[in-house]
Structure formats: structure tokens, C-alpha cells
């Protein structure tokens, strides 16, 4: 499991839960693994109750089961809860297109760009990994929530999309189609363009490619997939 340093004034709790969380996107923690409180108390330097506090948090969108009497355990890949993290992502951010493309100053554009030429980077050989593709993703997003003053709104979609998260990253390891870069591209040029309904199409086919990616994640990973995968006791 990889472990960040604690940010100044987090709580225990919150601590737990944005490392778990984390964990659970990269899939560094596995869809169906059974998890121990003690461990994951003893690897993040913390004791088992801010730990268990963070598990029943996450457990209320349904991205851990707490058994009782057996510990916790990662769920399986759900595409109906994919689906509707989708479907609210897409709801949320393309209605604030028009507002991005009214308020984005030179500014914000420049950011946009960098994020993308950073992301392009990512797809060089010699980098190393020392770039992130999904963090500089959720970064490009974030900012365009930031333009339209709805910050607070890309904090709460942060808890339901943990389910179309997790299949971004599998898309990046097991499809590795990189388009999401283009379409990063081509959104921050419509905004730089004022087009709206330009930004808007590319933001629906960008949202939508987890459906082009369906089909191989269940063929090559069909041991995440909550339907396609056995059944775990319980």
C-alpha cells in the first residue's frame, strides 16, 4: 500500500480515509481483498480507530464491506454504480461549460495547457513514472470546477466516483489508450475558442469511453467484476 505523508491539521480519520481511498483508485488495494484493521492501522502509523471510522466511511459508498467478525473487504467492481458515477460526472461538468468558457482567463487557459503538455510527458519512455496521468486527469477537471466557482461541487462528486475511478485506472493499465489526453487537448482548445457546444461534445465522448473499455476490463480482469467474477463467502 502506498502511503502519503499527513497533511498539516488532518485528522487521524481523514488521513485513513484519503489513503485508503487513494489505494483503492490505484487498485493497490484489489477489488474482492480482505483487508485487516490491525495491518493497514499498523502501515499508515495510526491505531485501529480512526482506521475503522475510515472503513464504515468509505463503506457508505459502497467501495468496502464491513464484515463483522471477519473484517472489511474491498467490493468488486460494480458497472451498475460506474454507470451512475458517470452519469452524474457528465450532468456536473458539462453544465459548467458555458460558465468555463465565459469566465476562463488567459490564465486559466495557460493552466489548462501545462496540465496537458505535462500529460503528454507522461507517454515519454525516459519520465520514469515521475509524472501521474490520473492524478494530472484529476487535476485538468478540478481546474475547470475552479473556473466556474463549483469547487465545492468537485468535492462532493469525489466520494461516488471512486467506482468510475477505479476503471480509469484499469483502463490505463489494461486498455492503455491514451485518448483522454486528445480529448484534454481538444476541450481546452474549444474553451480557449469560447465554443461551448464544441466543449461539450468532446466532454460527453470524453466521459463515455469507459463504455468503449467495458469489454476488455471484463475479459482480461473478469476476477474484479462483481457479475462476472465468483462469488466470495459472506
Given at each position: 500500500?502506498k502511503i502519503?505523508e499527513?497533511?498539516y491539521?488532518?485528522?487521524?480519520r481523514d488521513?485513513?480515509?484519503?489513503?485508503l481511498?487513494?489505494?483503492?483508485?490505484s487498485?493497490?488495494?484489489?477489488p474482492?481483498?480482505?483487508v485487516?484493521e490491525?495491518?493497514?492501522?499498523a502501515?499508515?502509523?495510526l491505531?485501529r480507530t480512526?482506521?475503522?471510522?475510515a472503513?464504515?466511511?468509505?463503506?457508505?459508498?459502497?467501495?468496502?464491506d464491513v464484515?463483522?467478525?471477519?473484517g472489511s473487504?474491498?467490493?468488486?467492481i460494480?458497472y451498475a454504480?460506474v454507470?451512475?458515477a458517470r452519469f452524474a460526472?457528465?450532468v456536473?461538468e458539462?453544465?459548467?461549460?458555458?460558465q468555463?468558457?465565459?469566465r476562463?482567463t488567459p490564465?486559466d487557459?495557460?493552466?489548462?495547457r501545462q496540465?496537458?503538455?505535462l500529460?503528454?510527458?507522461t507517454?515519454e519512455?525516459?519520465m520514469?513514472?515521475?509524472?501521474n496521468?490520473?492524478?494530472?486527469?484529476d487535476?485538468?477537471?478540478?481546474?475547470l470546477?475552479?473556473?466556474?466557482?463549483?469547487?465545492?461541487?468537485f468535492?462532493?462528486?469525489s466520494?461516488?466516483?471512486?467506482h468510475f475511478?477505479?476503471?480509469?485506472?484499469?483502463?490505463?493499465?489494461v486498455v492503455?489508450?491514451?485518448?483522454i489526453?486528445?480529448?484534454h487537448?481538444?476541450?481546452?482548445?474549444?474553451?480557449?475558442?469560447r465554443?461551448?457546444?464544441r466543449a461539450?461534445e468532446?466532454?460527453?465522448k470524453?466521459?463515455?469511453?469507459?463504455?468503449v473499455d467495458e469489454?476488455t476490463?471484463?475479459r482480461?480482469c473478469?476476477?474484479?467484476?462483481?457479475?462476472t467474477?465468483?462469488?466470495?463467502?459472506g
Amino acid at each position: 500500500m502506498k502511503i502519503e505523508e499527513r497533511r498539516y491539521a488532518e485528522t487521524a480519520r481523514d488521513f485513513a480515509r484519503r489513503t485508503l481511498k487513494a489505494n483503492i483508485v490505484s487498485m493497490e488495494l484489489k477489488p474482492g481483498a480482505m483487508v485487516s484493521e490491525n495491518e493497514l492501522a499498523a502501515q499508515m502509523g495510526l491505531s485501529r480507530t480512526p482506521v475503522r471510522e475510515a472503513l464504515m466511511d468509505l463503506s457508505q459508498f459502497h467501495v468496502v464491506d464491513v464484515l463483522p467478525q471477519r473484517g472489511s473487504r474491498i467490493t468488486l467492481i460494480d458497472y451498475a454504480l460506474v454507470e451512475e458515477a458517470r452519469f452524474a460526472r457528465q450532468v456536473l461538468e458539462v453544465a459548467i461549460l458555458e460558465q468555463v468558457c465565459e469566465r476562463a482567463t488567459p490564465a486559466d487557459i495557460s493552466q489548462l495547457r501545462q496540465n496537458v503538455r505535462l500529460q503528454m510527458l507522461t507517454q515519454e519512455p525516459d519520465m520514469g513514472g515521475s509524472l501521474n496521468l490520473m492524478e494530472l486527469d484529476d487535476a485538468f477537471h478540478q481546474i475547470l470546477f475552479r473556473i466556474a466557482h463549483k469547487e465545492n461541487t468537485f468535492r462532493m462528486l469525489s466520494g461516488m466516483t471512486i467506482h468510475f475511478d477505479r476503471v480509469r485506472a484499469l483502463s490505463l493499465t489494461v486498455v492503455k489508450d491514451h485518448k483522454i489526453i486528445a480529448d484534454h487537448q481538444a476541450i481546452c482548445e474549444s474553451i480557449a475558442a469560447r465554443d461551448v457546444e464544441r466543449a461539450k461534445e468532446i466532454m460527453v465522448k470524453h466521459l463515455s469511453r469507459v463504455h468503449v473499455d467495458e469489454e476488455t476490463i471484463r475479459r482480461v480482469c473478469p476476477q474484479y467484476i462483481k457479475d462476472t467474477a465468483k462469488a466470495y463467502g459472506g
